[in-house]
């Protein structure tokens, strides 16, 4: 399975659609982790998974989702309301009770893919203002594919060029 992971592009639709369209028919879904300051009933978010982020103002986002995938089951939130700037501790938790083996974020801008007790934690970076050690990449988002032994996360720039020294590869 290939899951495309997006987070604030805040009002660039034009990069969302790109993006969507260069990649939608080679993943099996799409995850947007908020802050697209969009409207919920964009046409971009029609057949993919999108949460509300802290500057989604008056939309009607969830806060998180939670999704089976045969044997995976990502859950996605934006992170503002587990204080992702802090780490990674109230989001975990939130991901054990809900079973997540997956689990996806957005918020803090920098993107970061890490692997703890089972569970991949993922935040795709902002596609359009980046911040931290990546943020001369002008934008990111991420490509995970999963299968029972792996799970494979590849990074890309806002021009769909994959980063290749970002590259992870997990095993189960």
């Known amino acids: ?13 034009d990069i969302l659609s790109a993006i969507y369209k260069a990649n939608a028919k080679n993943v099996t879904a799409i995850f947007h982790c908020g ?6 009933s964009d046409p971009l978010f029609q057949n993919q998974y999108v949460v509300q982020g802290n500057n989604d103002y008056g939309q009607n986002f969830p806060v998180e989702v939670t999704v089976p995938f045969e044997s995976e089951t990502v859950y996605m939130t934006h992170g ?20 997540a083996s997956l689990v996806f974020f957005g918020h803090t801008h920098q993107l970061m893919a890490d692997y703890v007790d089972q569970t991949l934690y993922l935040n795709p970076g902002s596609i359009s203002l980046p911040r931290g050690e990546f943020r001369f990449l002008g934008g990111t988002y991420a490509i995970v594919d999963v299968d029972r032994q792996t799970i494979d996360v590849q ?4 021009d769909q060029e994959p980063v290749p020294e970002l590259h992870q590869k997990f095993l189960r």
């Open 35 to 40: 802050d697209s300051e969009l409207s919920v």
């Open 80 to 99: 503002d309301h587990y204080q992702v700037n802090f780490g990674l501790t109230q989001l975990s938790l939130r991901g054990k009770e809900v079973g």
């Open 155 to 158: 990074f890309y720039t806002r």
């Open 1 to 13: 399975m290939k899951f495309l992971v997006i987070s604030d592009n805040h009002g660039d639709r």
